[in-house]
């Protein structure tokens, strides 16, 4: 069935430098494409998304890219913070058995050392 | 800001017991999703619903059924629970075209079935 991959699915990095984390998708019909960030121990909420319309969307220190030919999208994080620190999970809509609905990654939990 | 309230944080069940998870959201939101969160599977939706007395199956609803009898509440009932239900439960609620619009989680309820 149609499925979201995302990898890796746990990133360390130092204070300060950049994460990226990736997701490729099946569908091709697929037109939006969220991001959730998920403290420990709190709900996931959302931080940014985009639509297939647009190649790139930033949002001060995140940013998240698209590649529609090649069915994948990413999101960037730079200069990160210990407060980064969480699981993040991408999502894209995908057309399975429930209709067109938002399927998720498996996760990626993102450790900031200070 | 919107709040999503599920009953309980913890809960604890014996093998063969009826569970019901009740989620409650303030919002008028139309749609209602109920998610179960286990490591390196990401968030699998279970049900789903866009309207009052209206609901759809998700990825994995084996086991699991819902009733939404008002607009802002979606319960989710385990028939006979069973040990490979212990996970986490999200449930979500969102407006508009609901594969298309961020979701608004709840804090969870960690099912333990012993």
């Known amino acids: 069935g149609e499925n979201v991959e995302q990898h890796p699915s746990t990133l360390s990095v130092q204070e300060g430098d950049s994460a990226v984390i990736k997701c490729t998708y099946s569908?091709?019909?697929?037109?939006?494409f969220p991001w959730y960030k998920q403290e420990l121990g709190k709900r996931p909420q959302l931080i940014i998304d985009?639509?297939?319309?647009?190649g790139e969307k930033k949002d001060q220190r995140i940013a998240v890219t698209l590649n529609k030919t090649a069915k994948h999208f990413s999101l960037h994080i730079t200069e990160t913070q210990p407060e980064d620190s969480a699981v993040y999970f991408c999502a894209a809509t995908l057309n399975n058995n429930a209709g067109n609905m938002l399927t998720f990654g498996g996760g990626t939990r993102l450790m900031v050392k200070p | 800001d919107v709040k999503v309230t599920q009953s309980s944080r913890y809960l604890v069940k014996r093998t063969g017991e009826k569970v019901f998870l009740e989620c409650v959201q303030d919002m008028d939101h139309e749609n209602m999703f109920w998610y179960r969160q286990d490591p390196g599977l990401g968030l699998r939706l279970i049900y789903f619903s866009y309207d009052v007395k209206m609901k759809e199956k998700g990825d994995i609803p084996e086991g699991y059924s819902v009733s939404r009898e008002k607009k802002e509440r979606f319960s989710l009932i385990l028939e006979s629970a069973s040990t490979n239900q212990t996970s986490m439960y999200l449930c979500a609620s969102s407006y508009g075209t609901f594969a298309r619009s961020p979701l608004h989680f709840g804090n969870g309820t960690r099912l333990t079935v012993t």
């Open positions: 985009i639509r297939s319309n647009v």
């Open positions: 569908d091709s019909a697929s037109n939006y």
